[in-house]
Every structure is written in structure tokens, then in C-alpha cells.
């Protein structure tokens, strides 16, 4: 039906939206496809979580230290050991890492003391992985050189470090952790040095890894 005079005033007299005003809407202006059609521009992706500890792939950097005391009953008096030292580790599997450390021990025991170097291959399986933390067991061995015998009844300078336990991990910022383990530390010359009085001992540990 034909617009009365009135309402055609009234079109007339409505105003278009400003340009500012266009502009606070999203998308605007609209980005023109390969046709030149108008087309709305994709909103930014959401930032990607990061990636759970212990990904294939992940290299740390890690220091530890700790006490340990003899249990072995072969022991004539009080015996026990410091460690400190550091070390690297790659997953080459989820949750699997291959671990490469060197220890500085320090051993109190009946006779001498002795300081020592030990070289320890360590294979560690996380077998739970939570966003913040982890529980895991792990061996290894190694081998230790001190400056007297270990025992110093029978013992000898040259010795390896089979050794076993587990512990837990705990993020502390980005991909930094924080690691507590609890180990079964073996020492033996493996009879290559009869006698072979050998030392079982307890060794609890803290360690902190960061990324490399």
C-alpha cells in the first residue's frame, strides 16, 4: 500500500548508524573473501593448556641431595652416607625417562671416612601423571670411587650402586618440579675384591628439576 505522508517523513528522518557506532559491534569491518565477499573475521584461538609433565620428548635438568643410614648388619657401629649432586633426564616414552646423575657422597663409617664420585644410570616410570604432581618408581646402578675403602673393614675403593625405590613429584611453577624419593642404595666391589662385606643403606632424597 502506498506510504501516507507522514510515514514517509518518518524514513526520512531516521538516521544511520555512525561509523563508531559500526565499529564497537565484532567484526567490523567484515574481512572480504577471495571473491571480495564480505566475510566475519574468526574470533583469536584460546591459549593451548600446557603440556602435561613427563611428555615424550621433555628434558630436565635436576639437583638432589639427601642422608642415608646403613641397615646392614655387618656393620660394626654407625655408618651412613651425604649425597649431592645432579643430573639430567629424558622421557623417551610417556611417563618413561632414562636418568644420568653424579653424586658427590660423603661416608661416615667404623675406621676411615671416605668421600666418593658415583656415576648412576637411573630408569624412572611415573605411573600416575596428574596436572600438578606424580608418583613414581625407578632403579638403576652405577658405579662409586672413594678415596678409602667402603666398608673400611674388607670393603674396597672401587664399588657399584645397584638401587631401587620410588617417590613423588610436585610442579611448582611452569614446568619446575619438585621431587621426593625414597631408595634401597646397595654398595658391593661384586667379589672383584674379595672379601665383599658389601653396604645395604636407606637413602632419602630431595631433588628440583627445571627444563632444558
Known sequence: MPLTSYQAADLLNMEAPLPSELAATADYPPEPDADGRAIAQAEPAAPSAPERFGAVGQNYWYAQAGPSISFDPDDDGFA????AGAGITD?????????????????????DDA????????????FVREDTWSLYVDGGAGFLVTSEDVPAEGGSQFNF???VGGGATFRMRDQ???????????????ELYPPNPGRDSILLYVGYMWPR
Open 91 to 111: 622421557f623417551f616414552a610417556h611417563g618413561h625417562s632414562i636418568n644420568l646423575e653424579l653424586n658427590k657422597l660423603k661416608f661416615i663409617q667404623p675406621g
Open 80 to 83: 651412613a652416607f651425604g649425597l
Open 161 to 163: 650402586t645397584p638401587q
Open 176 to 190: 619446575e618440579h619438585l621431587m621426593v624419593g625414597l631408595r634401597w642404595h646397595h654398595i658391593s666391589n661384586a
Open 115 to 126: 668421600v666418593g664420585l658415583n656415576l648412576g644410570l637411573i630408569l624412572r616410570w611415573h
